[in-house]
């Protein structure tokens, strides 16, 4: 079996003698057998260097939204590369993106682009700091913004609000308040009057694809208003997956700013910060200074135009074929499980899920902390061993690209897995 991946077992054995642990983000590193190196990709598949095909619901971390390659972001980048590579000057096509964010996403008046989802976020943080001239920021437990030190506590897997990462400044994260999440008694108590801004994902996918309460978000809004504190919803993930407008259009809830990135450049490095013209006036004004060498890059920005402009040109017909790709993908997941005799729990919302090896249902940080992540890992494998890619830690995505041929696919695969993984597990 383990012939099916010696030429990646062979490119893993190459990088680790130039690339630091042979992956170039960390938690790639967590795939079993060994990372999978991959060759080529395209709509819902995804083939590696021994020549397996998978059909893929990682979708390289979530930006695949319209699948691998897709024909709209092709022709716009490949307009745009016979036009120019960069300018690190303004141009044409940065401003027709702030516009469809503005047509688009609820919050939206003003926008701002960088190139990763840590560093929007770090941009927003800043101006929700200006903004208020206040320093403390509440982030959630189980929540995730990226890798940078002053957020990078209290994420998906963490007990506390501990430094994730060796080599973190403590005293970045000093002003940070980690609260439970959907606990609007907790919000209550930590907000004060010296709370520059809430940040949190509005549904809370990365921890476990988490939905807020009813009224959860409402009534942070209300609160946040009151203490005068910025809201912040981090939409990396959720930004054109769950809705065209994001979660806030989905969940009905408007904040005062939002963080794009993954979906918005279908798998070119771009990242948005986008809110009130009236928060965004700190930016505007220079008094918060946003930089950035590839800021605004005419070729990302041309990928987002193309993706965005075919959501936007399809969304009566592409978001409701998420809507069921996401559902067939759980009902599959839980349906084999179920019929194997496996302890699956999938959290579905749309185009997003989490599935986690756990008896009992996970519907918190606290219950996500008692599954278990290693037997997710093994499943994972197996599931790789059947051609079905998934991210070893239970996230899961679809995109517009997954036919039903692939979910049919899926579920013989899934059956296989499934019927394996019980075997390894009974005694012998
Ligand atoms: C919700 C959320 N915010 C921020 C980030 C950081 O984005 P990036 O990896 O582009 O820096 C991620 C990355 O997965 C994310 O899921």
Not at 257 to 266: E, I, N, S
Not at 320 to 346: D, F, S, W, Y
Request: glycine share 10%; with cysteine.
């Amino acid at each position: 079996m383990s012939d099916r991946y010696a030429a990646s077992r062979a490119h893993g054995e190459r990088a680790r003698r130039t690339i630091a642990g042979g992956v170039t983000s960390a938690i790639r590193a967590s795939q079993r057998p060994h990372p999978i190196a991959f060759a080529r990709s395209r709509g819902a598949r995804i083939v590696d260097v021994d020549g397996n095909e998978y059909v893929d619901y990682a979708l390289a971390y979530g930006p695949l939204l319209l699948g691998h390659s897709p024909e709209p972001v092709l022709a716009a980048v490949r307009r745009q590369l016979s036009e120019a590579i960069g300018f690190g000057a303004s141009h044409r096509l940065e401003a027709e993106l702030a516009e469809a964010f503005c047509r688009t996403v609820p919050c939206a008046e003003r926008c701002l682009f960088s190139s990763s989802g840590s560093e929007a976020v770090a941009a927003a943080l800043r101006i929700a700091r200006s903004a208020t001239g206040r320093v403390r920021v509440i982030k959630f437990l189980g929540h995730f913004h990226g890798w940078l030190d002053p957020l990078a506590v209290g994420g998906p897997g963490a007990a506390d609000g501990e430094p994730a990462s060796g080599g973190q400044d403590p005293a970045a994260s000093a002003s940070v308040t980690v609260c439970p999440w959907n606990d609007l008694e907790a919000l209550e108590r930590a907000l004060g009057d010296d709370v520059a801004a809430v940040i949190m994902e509005p549904v809370a996918v990365n921890g476990g694809c988490f939905v807020p309460h009813p009224g959860y978000l409402q009534r942070a809004r209300e609160l946040t208003h009151r203490a005068g504190a910025v809201l912040i919803f981090d939409e990396v993930i959720t930004g054109f997956r769950l809705a065209l407008g994001g979660a806030q259009e989905r969940l009905g809830v408007v904040p005062d700013l939002a963080v794009y990135a993954k979906a918005l450049g279908a798998g070119f490095p771009i990242s948005a910060v986008c809110g009130s013209a009236e928060v965004l006036e700190e930016a505007a004004s220079g008094r918060v200074s946003h930089l950035g060498t590839l800021n605004g890059n005419p070729v990302s920005i041309s990928a987002a135009l193309g993706a965005v402009g075919d959501l936007e040109r399809r969304a009566d017909e592409l978001y409701p074929q998420l809507e069921l790709a996401g559902c067939e993908l759980a009902e599959i997941l839980r349906t084999e499980a179920a019929a194997a005799g496996v302890p699956l729990v999938v959290n579905q919302l749309g185009a997003a899920a989490y599935a986690f090896w756990s008896k009992s249902p996970v519907d918190s940080h606290a219950d996500a902390l008692e599954a278990d992540g290693d037997a997710y890992r093994r499943f994972a494998r197996a599931l790789l061993d059947e051609g079905v890619h998934v991210i070893p830690r239970g996230l899961l995505y679809v995109s517009t690209a997954h036919t039903n041929a692939d979910l049919e696919q899926t579920r013989v695969a899934v059956r296989s897995a499934c019927v394996r993984v019980a075997a390894a597990a009974a005694p012998a």
